[in-house]
């Protein structure tokens, strides 16, 4: 069996144990921005689900979810909750929904999909360690095992297991068009980035086409667009009801349009210099070879050791400069 397929098989295993099949279930804070790994990792959780046939019923960001809401359409059944590297006082408007969630369903089955953890004040420690060790059912699936060791350190009332990053649930992906550059290089621009590497890899290398995800032209149109029926809902509340099917469709188009646009991005280049986790996984679903750096917060580092280098295609590097030297050189051979 081929290590992706070893993964995806050892990823389901896990969920089915928490999620029996034909489960019909609630997957929340979903990803209404244009960071593309995160609508890939929301991608790869739908797509699991699919293969355990377990039915989505109610769907929600964090800006349009309603407890209500979410008993009507869903009076029973496990709520889980997206994916990712939000889980910590980095991104505060995620974490304060995912603790939102946690308190107003203690009857439920919550189950959080794989995440990072960072704490850096331990005030939000404190606040979430309140939260989640009171819920009696919290079941937190950790993507990198110094996020497992945390979790089984500060949340001792939950059930704490390793699991694998969704995006891997996408499977491989086709390479949409023909490379034009040797270098595609995507670089964080957020909190998280490495200081001054966008700078530094534009001045060093030729042959580079360098940038970010997100949409600009007609991909952003569509994007405004699709954000239509929820903006409705929230200008009018008692529409909700009669506009979920239309923001359900409108969250899978979201996602579609912005995985598509993230692998031409990628595919511009024979070779990924990136510090985005999710630039890393879509690059190995792609078969393109990758330099990865790591991100502020050590999670490419750490989601390396754990399964990225065993999946294969990826060269993780220390440093700026020592990625630069490896593709002047001609770049890494997989």
């Known amino acids: 069996m081929q290590p992706l397929e070893a993964l995806q098989d050892s990823t389901l295993e896990i969920l089915r144990r928490h999620i029996p099949r034909l489960s019909r279930v609630a997957l929340v804070d979903f990803p209404r921005h244009q960071n593309a790994g995160d609508s890939l990792i929301w991608h790869g959780a739908v797509t699991y689900l699919r293969r355990l046939e377990v039915n989505v019923d109610f769907m929600a960001d964090l800006h349009m979810f309603h407890p209500n809401d979410l008993r009507e359409r869903l009076p029973g059944g496990p709520i889980l909750i997206n ?4 889980f910590g006082d980095r ?3 995620q974490q304060k929904f995912r603790e939102q969630v946690i308190r107003e369903f203690p009857e439920r089955k919550i189950i959080q999909l794989p995440q990072s953890i960072e ?3 331990e005030v939000g420690l404190r606040q979430a360690q309140a939260t989640l060790n009171s819920h009696p059912d919290l079941v937190l699936l950790m993507r990198d095992w110094n996020s497992y060791d945390r979790a089984i350190k500060w949340f001792p009332n939950a059930h704490v ?5 969704m995006a891997y649930g996408a499977g491989r992906q086709e390479r949409p068009l023909t490379a034009e550059y040797d270098v595609t290089a995507v670089l964080r621009k957020d909190s998280e980035a490495v200081s001054g590497s966008r700078s530094n890899a534009i001045s060093s290398l030729t042959s580079l086409e360098s940038g970010d995800w997100g949409l600009s032209g007609a991909e952003q149109l569509r994007w405004l667009l699709y954000r239509m029926p929820e903006n409705c809902a929230r200008v009018a509340p008692p529409m909700r009801r009669y506009l979920a099917p239309m923001i359900d469709r409108a969250f899978n188009a979201m996602i579609r ?5 993230a692998r031409r991005i990628i595919a511009q280049g024979r070779t990924l210099l990136t510090d985005r986790l999710h630039a890393t996984v879509l690059g190995q679903l792609m078969g393109i070879p990758v330099v990865a750096l790591d991100n502020a917060n050590g999670k490419i580092r750490a989601a390396y050791s754990a399964y990225i280098q065993e999946v294969g295609g990826v060269t993780m590097v220390d440093s700026m400069d020592e ?12």
């Open 119 to 121: 704490f850096r004040s």
């Open 323 to 334: 990625a630069l030297s490896l593709l002047r050189d001609g770049g890494p051979i997989h």
């Open 91 to 93: 991104w505060t408007g």
């Open 83 to 86: 994916g990712g590297g939000n």
């Open 161 to 165: 297991e390793f699991c694998p990053d």
């Open 257 to 261: 349009t912005n995985v598509a646009s």
